[in-house]
């Protein structure tokens, strides 16, 4: 998609460019429409109904408490928070490096965003096959160290050759959601599970934050200190996984790697 509107951007004028954008919300949102036409509508709330609304509440708020009282739940949580962090600072700026530092133009920079996702796609099923080997600790923090070192490098290297390269490369690596979401999983009963990822993925949203201190880094000093700024976002969250029990053996023994993480 990026490549796309890239493409029309610069054929065309960014008006279209942005229109284009918003054809697949036009697309799904009367798909959403009618999949729930049949919904029930609201009718005014009965006793009854005020007492099981309450049940329900109550229900709720246990829920909560369970899923904040999983410690590995809230490391995972947080390591995805300082993911989201990262990469979004260092996918959201790449657009403004390749311009600002490297003078693409703006089909090759809609391809290297594109180059970027579409390595992340094809990077999940490698994290799923980390996690089965060594499991969420270590698959974790190799590649959230991998990505502070890419992060530095893309905004660091003086070649223009190099910047391609290190965008695909970063794109395989910050992908770790597989990981989390297993780990959430297999750490998680079935009452909680879904209460679980909830609260990963509101934490994964705290990367605006991130963004918008790295824009204003990028405003007072420059945009390669932002990218310095997301990859201490990645080597923290590396560090924070280490904080989740190494994967045991079927005999008990751990059989999971030590990772040094700055």
């Known amino acids: 998609m990026p490549f796309i509107v ?11 460019a942005i229109l284009l954008s918003v054809l697949p919300a036009g697309i799904l ?19 009854k109904e ?14 909560i408490k369970k899923v904040f009282k999983n410690r590995e739940i809230v490391i ?8 989201g962090m990262g990469s979004g600072v260092a996918s959201g700026f790449l657009s403004l490096l390749a311009y600002n530092k490297f003078a693409l133009d703006t089909i090759t ?3 290297a965003i594109s180059l970027y996702f579409l390595a992340g796609v094809f990077a999940k099923p490698l994290m799923g096959l980390l ?13 959230m160290v991998l990505s502070g070192l890419l992060t530095i490098g893309v905004a660091l290297m003086p070649w223009r050759i190099s910047f391609l390269p290190l ?4 794109g395989v690596t910050v992908p770790i959601s597989p990981i989390i979401l297993s780990a959430a999983a297999d750490r998680s009963d079935q009452a909680t599970m879904a209460s679980s990822v909830g609260l990963i993925y509101t934490c994964y949203g705290l990367s605006f934050i991130s963004t918008f201190l790295g824009g204003w880094l990028a405003e007072v000093h420059s945009l390669e200190l932002s990218y310095i700024f997301a990859a201490v976002f990645f080597w923290i969250g590396a560090r924070t996984a280490l904080l989740l029990p ?7 023994s751990t059989n999971e790697q030590v990772t040094h993480v700055p």
Do not use: C, E
Request: proline letters at 3%.
């Open 167 to 170: 965008v695909v490369l970063l």
């Open 76 to 83: 995972l949580a947080s390591v995805y928070a300082l993911t």
């Open 29 to 47: 949102l009367p798909l959403v429409g009618y999949r729930f036409k049949n919904s029930s509508k609201n009718h005014s709330i009965k006793n």
């Open 131 to 143: 996690y089965n080997r060594w499991g969420a600790r270590t698959a974790l923090a190799i590649p």
């Open 246 to 252: 190494r994967k045991k053996s079927a005999n008990g």
């Open 109 to 111: 920079i809609g391809a």
């Open 6 to 16: 890239s493409t029309i951007a610069a054929s065309s004028n960014w008006r279209n």
């Open 50 to 63: 005020i007492s099981i609304a309450n049940q329900l509440m109550q229900k709720f708020r246990d829920i």
